[in-house]
């Protein structure tokens, strides 16, 4: 807490635990965490006491966000200054990748050949289909957003996959090879818990669209390139992305953001983009929640450099999971040693976002500067500390 503090110059900054023992990494708060009795409730009752709010400003009014203004005495939820009706019923339907390729091919906007597939039969077939055509096939648990519900099945040697937490190969094209892969892999497809089977095409880069859905207006915030390791391993954000991206892409990254709006969904907005070898540019999902850009514009934010990285002063750069053999004092300490921590007078340097569960990590870092060639020196300095001691 003295270390956030630090950063933003004081402030009343209050530690809410999610769990009564500290060998989880972070997570966002889920509905569990809110139960009754649970250790986040127990922490927030603690807090509350004598203490008078209000309003409660989340960076997502999702049911979370609900629950615990509810608990607080039913304030009022707001974003960015609106009071907004949040729906969780929209939230869940943005994060839903079934329901994802079918609003965002009634809106025109390109994705990538696949089906939904709410049987064993059904995903065994797909991916028959796929493997009689191209070299891989990319499965998807519609109601796990990000890569770590991604699986990719190839018909040659097994490597990493950008998108994709896991990678296997398959030596046979035949359903019984294919269903006895599947079942090893853990999926069990059902209407419930559909799977998606879809042409796996090679990443030449991918991209987080970024938008404020307001009442009045769908605000683009910012293009931020996704940095794979194979899954997600950080982003980097810089305006000069956005002087790439075609406007015909923008213009139907703008189209879901409208369509969120209309659904009743009202916050921050990503829409996760591809451009594919010899296909082009299409969308992958949105997401209405937290993420690794929110991450990133959050610490921007309370350091007062969102309008930098806006107008092109400042970009940002994130890499999540760095293993360092350090303590977190003896990490920060050795940073600013090295004056390889962020300073507010230079607007530029390194902070760790996650401290990890271990004593040595792992760490999640953003890293400000002035381009990307000066945020590279940083990133590599920091990767060279993983055989630094004390």
């Known amino acids: 807490m003295n270390y956030v503090n630090s950063l933003k110059g004081g402030g009343n900054i209050k530690l809410l635990s999610t769990s009564s023992t500290s060998t989880k990494r972070p997570l966002p708060i889920s509905e569990q965490d809110i139960a009754p009795g649970s250790a986040f409730s127990r922490s927030l009752r603690l807090m509350t006491m004598g203490a008078q709010f209000s309003c409660l400003e989340p960076y997502i009014a999702d049911e979370v966000s609900i629950s615990i203004a509810r608990a607080l005495g039913n304030l009022p939820v707001r974003f960015s200054d609106e009071n907004v009706g949040a729906s969780p019923v929209a939230t869940r339907l943005l994060n839903d990748k079934e329901k994802f390729r079918q609003f965002a091919s009634d809106l025109g906007v390109p994705i990538a050949n696949g089906s939904n597939c709410a049987s064993m039969q059904q995903l065994v077939e797909a991916v028959c289909a796929v493997l009689s055509e191209s070299e891989s096939a990319i499965l998807k648990m519609a109601r796990h957003a990000g890569g770590d519900g991604n699986i990719v099945i190839s018909k040659s040697a097994a490597g990493s996959s950008q998108g994709a937490t896991r990678a296997v190969a398959t030596p046979k094209i035949d359903a019984a090879t294919l269903r006895e892969a599947v079942h090893e892999l853990g999926l069990s497809p059902t209407v419930e818990e559909p799977v998606i089977v879809e042409v796996y095409s090679e990443n030449e880069s991918s991209m987080g669209v970024h938008f404020d859905v307001r009442r009045d207006r769908v605000e683009l915030v910012g293009v931020a390139s996704i940095l794979f390791n194979p899954g997600y391993g950080g982003a980097y954000w810089s305006s000069a992305l956005l002087d790439h991206l075609p406007n015909d892409v923008l213009s139907w990254c703008k189209s879901l953001g409208n369509y969120a709006q209309q659904i009743g969904y009202f916050g921050p907005l990503s829409v996760d983009i591809v451009r594919a070898k010899e296909v082009g540019f299409f969308a992958c999902e949105v997401n209405g929640r937290h993420g690794g850009f929110s991450s990133i514009r959050a610490v921007s934010s309370a350091l007062g450099l969102e309008c930098a990285i806006k107008n092109g002063a400042r970009v940002a750069l994130s890499r999540n999971c760095v293993s360092i053999a350090l303590r977190f004092p003896d990490l920060i ?46 990133e590599r300095e920091l990767a060279q500390l993983s055989h630094a001691k004390n």
């Open 333 to 378: 300490d050795l940073l600013r040693r090295k004056q390889l921590h962020y300073r507010p007078a230079d607007r530029r340097g390194a902070i760790v976002m996650v401290e990890g569960h271990q004593d040595a990590g792992p760490y999640d870092f953003v890293i400000f500067g002035r381009d990307l060639e000066e945020l590279q020196g940083i």
